[in-house]
């Protein structure tokens, strides 16, 4: 079950769905119910969070990159720059 | 002639204490504002500004809180100096905190010496200025006073608070006092405490303003002088605490003003010391000296875990307020680490929080300054609040 996930994962990274989203992205927020509280280590430019975020979930993100905070943060996502461990 | 000009822009400012060129709330001597210092202060006047339109459902307002020296004149120009607005990059049509949307109010802090009450404020007791009579302040004070204010235009709730630096300390007291009413906080290059180090800088501004013989212990106004020397000098040292040395060294460098070499005496030889020389100045035309001291100790007070145990997460239990904490990498007055301890607290409390450093070699005065980087993530935080709160 594990390994066919990962697979689908690799496979889907650089596809896009029909929103226009990762279709990675896509997988990992099927699994999240919404209104569960996500924390997102490493959030890049928010694309997972702001999916989450569309459907009811209350997203907050962690990234190292100023630049992907600063994005994020535009974007209007709760996201705080920094490592997992600050 | 120095002492005509001196006694001429004594007169303007005095006159703005009382009448300012602003829109003024004079509370009724039974509606004082209660003092931390355990007074009642009565009768309080706010002078303040607003910008844009209230829309129906009074949910679209956004408070702006000014620094220790600046006033509710956000942008439109200065009456005394006739100056632009000191935030004209931040907010107007169109700016991240955009008029056309947002109803933007500022109000001259109390100890401040723009129409709100405070020590250049006529003392109905005596018709001379309070002067060292006035009572020492506290930004939770300021915050009280701005907490009538909106009661009295009929506001329950604001959409933002926003400011920075002393402005960011009130965002802050705001979110901490009044949770409620205030949905989304925007605290920058802030802190949650005045560190040692600012209330040493303060102490310096300070001494030199009662150093100078013409303060004559706070009551220069009855005598129609003015302590010029003391106050410009407590603005040239706290202006290079506003900079960074990267900023000095690429406006200035070591290079001379109007000269090829030294004149070998202590006529201002360096660039950067021409330049502090009119900070210095110009700020002694539209400043109170007095009220340079009362709104130093405010800031030099707040400590916000202090009304909470030491726990600066206490302030925000439970908070519902949205934040969106940002500092500058090359700020050292209120540096990075401070915005950091404050973001810590608000994930502590479980607060929805945001946080950006934004880089920028001009020090702690970036917040004022054109930040693009600053005016995205500004721009970004609100439109994602206004989402939120349905405007």
Same mark, same amino acid.
């Given at each position: 079950?594990? &390994? $066919? ?15 226009? &989203? ?14 569960? $509280? ?15 975020? &569309? $459907? ?8 190292? &990159? ?16 920094? $490592?997992?461990?600050? | ?7 001429? /822009?004594?007169?303007?400012?005095? #006159?703005?204490? =009382? ?31 607003? *910008? ?92 009280? +006073? ?31 006092? *009044? ?28 001494? +030199? ?6 303060? @004559? ?11 010029? #020397?003391?106050?410009?000098?407590? @603005? ?5 605490? *506003? ?6 060294? #690429?406006?200035?460098?070591? @290079? ?52 909470? =145990?030491?726990?600066?997460?206490? +302030? ?24 950091? +301890? ?27 300054? /054109? ?17 939120? @709160?349905?405007?």
């Amino acid at each position: 079950m594990l &390994s $066919r996930l990962k697979y689908d994962l690799t496979m889907a990274e650089a596809a896009r769905g029909p929103g226009g &989203s990762r279709v990675d992205l896509l997988v990992v927020a099927d699994m999240v119910q919404p209104g569960a $509280r996500v924390l997102d280590v490493g959030c890049g430019d928010g694309e997972l969070l702001r999916l989450l975020e &569309s $459907r009811g979930v209350d997203g907050r993100g962690i990234e190292l &990159s100023r630049e992907g905070v600063n994005e994020c943060v535009a974007k209007g996502l709760a996201v705080v720059q920094g $490592r997992y461990r600050s | 002639m120095a002492d005509i000009s001196a006694t001429l /822009d004594l007169a303007d400012r005095a #006159r703005e204490a =009382d009448e300012p060129h602003s829109p003024v709330v004079r509370f009724a001597a039974n509606k004082p504002l209660h003092l931390d210092a355990g007074v009642d202060f009565a009768p309080l006047q706010i002078a303040y500004q607003t *910008y844009g339109t209230l829309n129906a459902a009074r949910s679209n307002a956004v408070l702006v809180c000014h620094a220790l020296t600046g006033d509710q004149h956000v942008v439109n120009d200065h009456p005394v100096t006739g100056k632009p607005g000191w935030w004209e990059t931040m907010v107007g049509p169109g700016k991240p905190i955009d008029t056309e949307r947002y109803f933007v109010i500022c109000p001259n802090v109390v100890g401040g010496c723009m129409g709100s009450s405070g020590p250049a404020s006529t003392n109905p007791a005596t018709g001379m200025p309070w002067g060292l009579d006035f009572p020492v302040i506290t930004v939770r004070d300021m915050v009280r +006073a701005q907490a009538m204010l909106l009661d009295y235009l009929g506001i329950e709730s604001l959409f933002a608070a926003a400011g920075g630096s002393m402005g960011g300390m009130q965002v802050l007291q705001w979110a901490a006092s *009044y949770p409620h009413r205030v949905f989304a906080a925007l605290p920058i290059a802030a802190s949650t405490r005045h560190s040692a180090q600012n209330i040493a800088f303060h102490e310096v501004g300070r001494q +030199a303003v009662m150093a100078d013989p013409d303060w @004559r212990g706070g009551r220069y106004f009855a005598e129609g002088i003015n302590p010029r #020397r003391g106050l410009a000098v407590a @603005r040239m040292g706290a202006h290079i605490t *506003y900079l960074s040395d990267a900023a000095l060294h #690429r406006k200035f460098g070591r @290079r001379f003003q109007n000269r090829d070499n030294p004149t070998f005496s202590f006529d201002a030889d360096f660039q950067v010391e021409s330049y502090l020389r009119h900070q210095g100045i110009t700020f002694v035309e539209r400043f109170d000296a007095n009220s340079y001291l009362y709104l130093t100790r405010a800031m030099d007070y707040f400590d916000l875990a202090a009304d909470y =145990d030491g726990v600066i997460a206490g +302030a925000f239990r439970n908070t519902p307020t949205r934040f969106c904490v940002i500092s500058f990498t090359s700020d050292w007055l209120f540096p990075t680490s401070e915005s950091r +301890a404050i973001v810590h607290a608000l994930n502590a409390a479980g607060a929805r929080v945001s946080f950006a450093e934004v880089t920028t070699d001009k020090g702690h005065d970036a917040f004022l300054l /054109d930040e693009p980087e600053l005016f995205a993530i500004v721009r970004g935080f609100l439109e994602g609040a206004a989402k939120a @709160r349905g405007l």
